[in-house]
């Protein structure tokens, strides 16, 4: 039985920092890569950045270019999102997803549609 895990989110202040954590188990993740995404109620689930697996290539979107950084324990099976000066746009509730990567790709996606197995998520508020 696969399973995706989210934690890490939390309360911050403009400017601050925290680290989400995701965990995926239960499937081999070789052709896989993994996604950061972030829902605000009412809006699309957004991707943030993501990671091929298969080479540790990243994509961000331009928001977050400059601000957050994707990482992996590849031994864990964990992945990571450090998020830096964080403003009160980034408030959300932050999903980790695992997406099968077609025959032949290059580059991870960030169309919360590539993505087939889903956290529940991880709250993260940035205010003052």
């Known amino acids: 039985q696969w399973q995706v895990v989210e934690s890490g989110g939390g309360l911050v202040q403009p400017g601050g920092s925290l680290r989400l954590s995701c965990a995926a188990s239960?499937?081999?993740?070789?052709?896989?890569?993994i996604g950061w995404f972030r829902q605000v109620p009412g809006q699309a689930r957004e991707g943030i950045s993501c990671i091929m697996i298969s080479d540790g290539s990243t994509q961000y979107t331009d928001s977050a270019k400059g601000r957050f950084t994707f990482s992996e324990d590849k031994d864990k099976n964990m992945f990571y999102l450090q998020m830096n000066s964080l403003k009160p746009e980034d408030t959300g509730t932050y999903f980790c997803?695992?997406?099968?990567?077609?025959?032949?790709?290059?580059?991870?996606?960030?169309?919360?549609?590539?993505?087939?197995?889903w956290g529940q998520g991880t709250r993260v508020t940035v205010s003052s």
């Open positions: 239960g499937f081999d993740l070789t052709y896989y890569a």
């Open positions: 997803a695992a997406g099968l990567l077609a025959a032949g790709s290059h580059r991870c996606r960030l169309g919360w549609y590539d993505y087939e197995k």
